[in-house]
Every structure is written in structure tokens, then in C-alpha cells.
């Protein structure tokens, strides 16, 4: 497989850390005679070729003025150079300039082409609520006014450390540093704080995000099994669009990715249902379908629906991995009916049929309750035959899988032998391998030898498999899965009686 060299993965476990981006002097409030610009800023950068072209740019047009006290022209210039060039570290903290590439990166090319700096202003404040723990720090902000405490440079510092935001060194945020003031700055422009204080405009913050402080106040007041409930229908609605979702697949859903959570479910409808209906989360149908195809009356019974405010809610509410390091082209593809991706896999075209066993591996895995974390080749680069990528998930414990989709009429033992080397590398303890087609015997046979030999398990879907998927969802696999898990157990049964025989 090629391209395998392209991922890193740190340690065990994805950092998860509440970072606080570096401002430095990228603040809309400095300088004082001709504050930053983001367009102006980012035509600078984009115009200039290479970094020092791009810190020569920044100080010429900012910076000219700076460094006034210094006693001679060379040492003004250093300074100014040394400004211009903080301005490139905070773009690249804020994520709109790449500091390796020396170029824009997308999100400060969708800014650049905006025709109206205000327009380009409230994309940027929607990007730190979302994408920079904004929705969070406004929260502890809102939370210190409300109690009457006084909110300024140190007590803020104060309580972003205590709720564990750290720089980005993994360091405590100083006092005497203005960085979480400057990210404010960004907010103010955008009117969601106002000008001087720190009130929040809340019908500017819903009209960014679709969600105000007390939405992510009430997610994250959330029972555990309210929240894994409501992101199993968050998950569904982002793979499926708005739907009526049996009660009965998203308890098997549910039972499934959270066991320890979802232990008791005989007062489902009381304890989860009609809490998530009465805050507004989703709405809950007793439908004559329901009953007819088997899914009974009673707390498992009927559809439920997400609402506006599930489907607006910042997924980090919910504990729940959102899309964000899925390419763009994928995302937009995962609604589609599952049958039309399945035609699409027929293609004559590479480049359509790539395009659709991506969006089928990343459709599958979002809805088992992981998250798509990188990938290892994209199906265009190899006829559209195949995919490769690397999955996380975090219930009980944590736990990452390798993951391969093939377009293919037969799967032989080779690419099971060629994953359980790659899981070695990249530590993980789970391997999927996603077929069109069926898997020889002797795929089968090595697949439960690694199960009695290791502590690495192998889960095959074959077309079989993809046909269940297509008849039931999600809860058809999980099914299929309870199974396998049931093999395993008594594959291992005697193997057990040994270990404990020769401890003994």
C-alpha cells in the first residue's frame, strides 16, 4: 500500500487538550494607528512568496512607525521584522497560515475571497467558537459574570486554568500574558462580545453557530445515557440527514458503543426519551410502522427525530468526535442514499468509485461510534480499488483500529497479513476489512487464529455484510459483530482453562 509513511500518530491516546491559540501581535486591536485587517492581512501574506517575503510585506505595512525608541535604523528594523513575524506565529496558531507550507491554508483562502470585511470577521469568530474551544471559554466567561465575579486579565487567566486550558506548549496560561485578551478581540470585532465588557451577544453567537450558551449549558447537563443516546441520533442525522430513527436500532446502537453506560434500558422512554423531548433534543413518534415491522410498544418503541437544536449543537457537548478531519469531499457526499454510494461502487469512472468507498468506510465507522482520524491512500491514487484508514473510539477505553476498504471481488489472506503488520505499527487493536466481494477461507481461518493467539481481533465485512447494512443500518453490523464476539469467547474458553490450569 502506498503512502503509509505519510501519518504520524503520537502516544496512545489523541490529545484532546483545551489549547488557547498564540496571538501575539496578530490582534485587531495593534497597532493602535492601523489595527490588523484579516483581509489586508491575508492578501499580504498570499501576495509575498515565501516567509521572509511575507514578514517584510507584514512590517512595511504595519510596523514602519514601531520600534520608535530604539536608538538606530537597524535595530528599529530588527524589532519591526520581529512584530511582523509574531503576526505569522498567530496567524498559523489561529489557523488561517501554515507556517510550514508559508501559505495560506484554506480556511485564510475562503477569508481572502470574502468581498466584506465584517463577512469575513463573523467566518472567523464562527471558526474560534467552533474549531478553538470559543463556545467553551464563553462559557466560563458568562459563568464568572454571573456570579459577580470580576473578569479581567488575571482572573480569566485564573479560571481557564482551572478548567484546563493550557498554551501551547501544554503549559498554565500566565497572568501577565494578553493572548486569551487578544482572542477575545477577535470576538468582539464579530460582535458577539460586546465592545467594552463581557456581555454576550447571544442572537449574534446563535446566528454564527445555531446554538447559545444555555444550548451547550444543556448538553452538557446531559445524563450520561441522554448524551450517548442524543449522539447516536446526532451521528445518524450527519450520515442519513433529518430522518425518523427506530427507537429500537439507536438502543442497539447505543448498547453496542457504550455497554457500561447502557447497562439498564427497561425505562428508556422515562429515564432518556422524554427528558431528550422535553429540552427540546428530539422529537418521539409512536408510529403504526414501528409496531408492524416488530419494534413493539412500550420504552424501545417507535421513531425518534433530531430537532434543529440537536442538529445545531456543537458535537463536543455530547462528547462526540465531529467530522472536521474528514476531506471536504467526503463529508459532503456522506447523506447520500446508502443504495446510490453502492451503485456508485460499479463506476467506470476511478475517480467517482474512489470517491464512493471512501464515503462508504467513513459512512460505516461514523455510525459504529468511531472517528476517521487520517487516511493512509485515498482510492483515486489506486483505480478506486481500495482505501485505507486509521479510526479511534472512546467508551470504555480507548481504542484505535486499522481500517481497509476494498472494491474487489475476492480478498485474499495477503491483505489481512499486510494490516496485522500496520496494526503493530500504528498500535492499534482492532482490524476492519471492508469488501464488495467475499474473503477466501483461509481470510476466515487466520482472522480467528489472531483472536486465539493475540490480543488483536480481525472483523470482516464482506458483501453479505454491506447487504445487511443496506437492509438495516448500523444495528444489522452490530448484530453481526455481538456474534463474532460470542465466536471469540468460546474459541477462547479453553485456552482460558489452560492459562489458569498452569497458574495454578
Same mark, same amino acid.
Given at each position: ?30 497597532? &493602535?494607528?492601523? #489595527? +490588523? @485587517? ?5 492578501? =499580504? ?5 515565501? !516567509?521572509? /517575503?511575507? $514578514? ?112 501551547? &506548549?501544554?503549559? #498554565? +496560561? @500566565? ?5 486569551? =485578551? ?5 470576538? !468582539?470585532? /464579530?460582535? $458577539? ?112 427525530? &433530531? ?10 457537548? =455530547? ?186
Amino acid at each position: 500500500m502506498g503512502g503509509q509513511g505519510s501519518l504520524e500518530l503520537g502516544g496512545e491516546e489523541s490529545d484532546h487538550s483545551l489549547v488557547l491559540p498564540i496571538a501575539n501581535d496578530f490582534s485587531p486591536g495593534a497597532p &493602535a494607528k492601523n #489595527p +490588523i @485587517s484579516l483581509p489586508v492581512v491575508l492578501k =499580504l501574506v498570499n501576495d509575498a512568496s515565501g !516567509r521572509e /517575503a511575507q $514578514v517584510e510585506a507584514i512590517r512595511v505595512h504595519y510596523f514602519l512607525d514601531a520600534a520608535a525608541k530604539q536608538p538606530d535604523a537597524k535595530g528599529r528594523h530588527t524589532q519591526q521584522r520581529q512584530l511582523a513575524s509574531n503576526v505569522l506565529i498567530g496567524m498559523d496558531s489561529f489557523k488561517v497560515y501554515n507556517e510550514e507550507t508559508e501559505k495560506l491554508t484554506l480556511l485564510g483562502e475562503r477569508l481572502l475571497v470574502e468581498p466584506l470585511e465584517v463577512e469575513a470577521d463573523r467566518l472567523f469568530a464562527k471558526h474560534i467558537l467552533l474549531g478553538l474551544h470559543g463556545i467553551e471559554i464563553l462559557r466560563i466567561v458568562r459563568a464568572m459574570a454571573s456570579s459577580g465575579r470580576a473578569i479581567n486579565k488575571t482572573s480569566l487567566a485564573e479560571e481557564l486554568n482551572r478548567h484546563g486550558f493550557v498554551t501551547k &506548549a501544554g503549559t #498554565p +496560561i @500566565s497572568t501577565s500574558s494578553k493572548n486569551h =485578551l487578544i482572542y477575545l478581540l477577535w470576538l !468582539r470585532k /464579530a460582535g $458577539v462580545l460586546a465592545p467594552t465588557g463581557y456581555a454576550i451577544n447571544e442572537d449574534v453567537l446563535k446566528s454564527l453557530v445555531g446554538m447559545s450558551i444555555d444550548d451547550a449549558n444543556k448538553a452538557i447537563e446531559l445524563t450520561g445515557r441522554q448524551k450517548v443516546f442524543a449522539a447516536a441520533l446526532r451521528r445518524d442525522l450527519d450520515v442519513n440527514g433529518a430522518r425518523d430513527v427506530f427507537v429500537k436500532d439507536l438502543r442497539a446502537i447505543c448498547q453496542a458503543t457504550h455497554p457500561s453506560v447502557f447497562k439498564r434500558t427497561d425505562d428508556l422512554r422515562k429515564a432518556v426519551i422524554n427528558p431528550l423531548v422535553s429540552d427540546g433534543w428530539l422529537t418521539h413518534s409512536e408510529t403504526a410502522g414501528g409496531r408492524s415491522q416488530g419494534r413493539g410498544r412500550g420504552g424501545g418503541s417507535g421513531t425518534v427525530r &433530531a430537532t434543529e437544536q440537536l442538529a445545531s449543537v456543537d458535537p463536543t457537548y =455530547l462528547d462526540l468526535a465531529n467530522l472536521g478531519g474528514i476531506p471536504g469531499e467526503v463529508r459532503r457526499h456522506l447523506q447520500r442514499p446508502i443504495g446510490q454510494i453502492m451503485d456508485e461502487l460499479k463506476s467506470g469512472d476511478t475517480g467517482v468509485k474512489g470517491l464512493a468507498l471512501e464515503t462508504l468506510a467513513v459512512r460505516i465507522l461514523y455510525e459504529l461510534g468511531l472517528t476517521p482520524v487520517a487516511f493512509r491512500e485515498r482510492g483515486t491514487q489506486n483505480d478506486g480499488a481500495e482505501v485505507d484508514l486509521i479510526a479511534e473510539g472512546a467508551d470504555t477505553h480507548f481504542h484505535r483500529w486499522m481500517v481497509q476498504c476494498k472494491n474487489m471481488p475476492k480478498v485474499h489472506v495477503s491483505a489481512l497479513a499486510k494490516e496485522i503488520g500496520m496494526a503493530v505499527i500504528y498500535r492499534a487493536q482492532v482490524i476492519l476489512i471492508i469488501t464488495t466481494g467475499v474473503f477466501t477461507s483461509t481470510v476466515h481461518l487466520h482472522a480467528r487464529q489472531l483472536a486465539e493467539t493475540s490480543g488483536h481481533q480481525a472483523i470482516l465485512i464482506d458483501q453479505d455484510g454491506l447487504a445487511l447494512y443496506l437492509a438495516e443500518g448500523v444495528a444489522g453490523l452490530f448484530r453481526q459483530f455481538e456474534q463474532r464476539a460470542r465466536a471469540i469467547l468460546e474459541w477462547k474458553a479453553p485456552q482460558r482453562g489452560v492459562q489458569i490450569e498452569e497458574l495454578g
